[in-house]
């Protein structure tokens, strides 16, 4: 029998007041699916963010606005690494090309953390030239994709100088190359981002800050070249590159002049097509409250005004063309309270995603005006590029940083620095899993009514990597012969709850581009968290309508595995109703995902801040003390002994009597 959530079920149950209102309305009326309650929270929170933007009437307002805004977002991804000078940098090759010169150049952005980069020259000399950062977009051969090629070669035949370099993941700078095979391990086009990117909310930090730091750093760099006039630098990027450009102009004044392409737009429409138009995982663009600390991209441009800088957007994007004329709506407003009104503008070309002719040559004729002092109708059409095979740029005698040179893995690096890092106080469970989501919404399910008098309830919580326990019959038959009152419970998202749409990942659950990834990272951006969401559904379920018609009231055993064994663990943390937990097939420790081979995890099983802020799966466990925990054919290891913490080999679900010896003996 399922007991679906209502207003009305929840109101009768006194619970209200406790856990904010119920989403769904009178009656048994359906509650919106995951996926709109999120939008519903984003189009909240960005309504108040644009009433504050659309308040400002003075400078002096917009300069506090703008400080705000980089306040928060420098602490939204865990602040930025500092250094002095420019970064250890080398020539590695050169090529002669028609009216420009390349230079392979390898620097560091951290001691002994290698970043593979281009330098486009004119071939012309004379006084120092105005220079240009191009961050890539996604792409698996990262700088040597034809389309920059085009776009550097153009520049540099303008007379820039012009420093483009491989984003972490992307290019020469594979973190997970399959030497063997030629190819990565995961894909060098976001594949990676993943898995460098997901472990580093739990440290409370975001991939945007290091790929921002790669970026900074290469500015160090062109910067200080004695032929490089440093107070005429601008910087173009498209799609992932149009990212790191908006965010490096928004943190750093030396950007002079940015163009950001493909790439503006509103984020909750944005997160309204992400799944069905683009799954693809991105974590540097998610940062932890980007939507709910009232940032988005309209507050990036804010940070950036009153600079010239110019939107290349098209038609047909998947970053969605109605958020980018909104936004730029909003920032020419707050350009026009600088006084700078024409230094904002914006170029949309027919067409899907990409850096199109069009844009590039609105993009030259920009940097020419603001750079150059050139008329700002005068447009110079580009001049045909032939681009190089990928193998002929590559800058490493292997075609890897991680290769012969040896750098330095992301990932163990990210942890050693995270290490060295201030401590901070430590924070409850409960302060970590407050939810502003609003609402509760789950379905229970009798699995085995009745249960003899003195046991326990045995309540299975449901996730998405694994089969719904209503299909492990054998296992609820064996719990209900010996006894038990078994009931499931889908939290939202999950199992009858699951969000009705489809992504091109392989299964719901992918964690590079399943359906779950995507929500998960809309949570984010709204200062929320999957897992702390379903944890509140579960305690709002231990609270009444688990045990309704348990009279007196059962103690709970609550069971999870995979996803769900985390949801299950944390619940009964901050819960001491709950009277034990068995979980199965669970990561006993989230520290390897930052060894150098790198593991990929959903996002949807991260609750940021937690190694920051709390401590790990033991800490977890040491918090259920002195309640009995079963980790049954769990991975790795906790470490040490842990009180009431029995470890075993064997799957409860496949051998049902683990769990039942376990019960009987926890009392």
Same mark, same amino acid.
């Given at each position: 029998m399922n007991h679906p959530i209502s207003r009305r079920t929840v109101l009768g149950l006194g619970l209200s007041a406790a856990l904010g209102p119920a989403f769904g309305g009178p009656g048994d009326a359906p509650a919106p699916d995951l996926h709109r309650q999120l939008l519903a929270l984003a189009e909240a929170q960005e309504a108040r963010r644009r009433?504050?933007?659309?308040?400002?009437?003075?400078?002096?307002?917009?300069?506090?606005?703008?400080?705000?805004?980089?306040?928060?977002?420098?602490?939204?991804?865990?602040?930025?690494?500092?250094?002095?000078?420019?970064?250890?940098?080398?020539i590695a090759g050169r090529i002669a090309g028609d009216g420009y010169a390349i230079e392979k150049v390898l620097f560091e952005s951290f001691p002994g953390y290698h970043v593979s980069a281009l330098m486009y020259r004119p071939a012309q000399g004379g006084p120092a030239h105005p220079g240009i950062l191009s961050p890539c977009g996604h792409s698996e051969v990262g700088k040597a994709h034809g389309t920059y090629q085009t776009l550097h070669i153009n520049l540099a035949k303008r007379g820039y100088v012009v420093l483009t370099y491989d984003p972490v993941g992307q290019g020469e700078r594979s973190q997970f190359w399959d030497a063997s095979r030629g190819r990565s391990r995961?894909?060098?086009?976001?594949?990676?981002?993943?898995?460098?990117?997901?472990p580093l909310y739990l440290l409370g930090m975001s991939f945007a800050r290091y790929r921002i730091w790669d970026a900074i750093r290469a500015l160090d760099h062109l910067a200080s070249l004695p032929d490089v006039d440093a107070s005429r630098i601008g910087c173009v990027g498209n799609s992932g590159g149009g990212n790191l450009t908006a965010y490096l102009a928004a943190v750093d004044d030396r950007v002079r002049v940015p163009v950001v392409g493909c790439y503006i737009t509103s984020l909750p429409r944005r997160m309204a097509n992400r799944i069905q138009e683009d799954p693809s995982s991105d974590p540097e663009q998610d940062p932890f409250g980007f939507v709910g600390r009232g940032i988005d991209h309209a507050g990036?441009?804010?940070?950036? =005004?009153?600079?010239?800088?110019?939107?290349?957007? %098209? *038609?047909?994007?998947?970053?969605?063309?109605?958020?980018?004329?909104?936004?730029?709506?909003? =920032?020419?407003?707050?350009?026009?309270?600088?006084? %700078? *009104?024409?230094r904002i503008g914006m170029t949309i070309a027919p067409g899907p995603h990409g850096l199109s002719r069009p844009l590039r040559e609105a993009a030259y004729a920009w940097f020419d005006h603001w750079l150059k002092g050139e008329p700002k109708d005068a447009r110079t059409p580009e001049f045909a590029a032939s681009p190089r095979e990928p193998a002929e740029l590559h800058v490493c005698s292997d075609g890897q940083v991680n290769g012969a040179l040896g750098s330095r893995p992301f990932l163990p690096m990210a942890w050693e620095e995270f290490q060295r890092r201030p401590r901070r106080p430590k924070v409850g469970l409960k302060t970590l899993l407050r939810t502003g989501a609003g609402g509760i919404d789950f379905r229970l399910r009798d699995e085995a009514a009745g249960g003899r008098e003195g046991r326990p309830l045995i309540l299975l919580v449901n996730g998405n990597e694994a089969p719904e326990w209503r299909r492990e019959r054998g296992f609820i038959d064996a719990l209900s012969a010996a006894g038990y009152a078994v009931r499931s419970i889908d939290p939202r998202g999950v199992g009858s709850l699951r969000v009705p749409l489809r992504s091109r990942g392989e299964r719901y659950d992918d964690p590079l581009s399943g359906v779950e990834e995507n929500l998960a990272y809309n949570a984010f951006l709204a200062g929320e968290s999957l897992v702390a969401m379903r944890v509140a559904d579960v305690l709002a379920a231990v609270a009444g309508p688990a045990t309704a018609g348990h009279a007196p009231a059962r103690p709970v055993v609550l069971c999870g595995r995979r996803d769900s064994a985390l949801v299950a663990m944390l619940a009964a943390a901050v819960e001491p109703r709950i009277a034990a937990v068995a979980v199965e097939d669970v990561p006993l420790s989230f520290l390897p995902l930052f060894e150098a081979e790198g593991l990929a995890i959903n996002a949807a099983s991260l609750l940021p801040g937690l190694l920051r802020d709390?401590?790990?799966?033991?800490?977890?466990?040491?918090a259920l003390a002195p309640r009995p925990v079963l980790a049954a054919s769990c991975r790795g290891s906790l470490g040490r002994t842990l009180r009431g913490v029995q470890a075993v080999g064997d799957a409860f679900t496949t051998k049902p009597a683990v769990l039942l010896d376990w019960v009987v003996a926890a009392g």
């Open positions: 009433a504050r933007f659309e308040a400002v009437s003075t400078a002096s307002q917009l300069d506090e606005l703008r400080a705000s805004l980089r306040g928060s977002f420098l602490e939204m991804i865990g602040g930025l690494p500092s250094a002095q000078g420019p970064p250890t940098a080398r995961y894909d060098l086009s976001c594949g990676e981002h993943c898995v460098l990117g997901n990036l441009l804010a940070m950036i =005004a009153p600079r010239p800088t110019l939107l290349c957007s %098209a *038609e047909r994007d998947f970053f969605p063309i109605a958020g980018t004329r909104a936004t730029f709506e909003e =920032a020419r407003h707050l350009y026009g309270v600088a006084g %700078a *009104e024409d709390f401590g790990d799966i033991p800490e977890i466990l040491a």
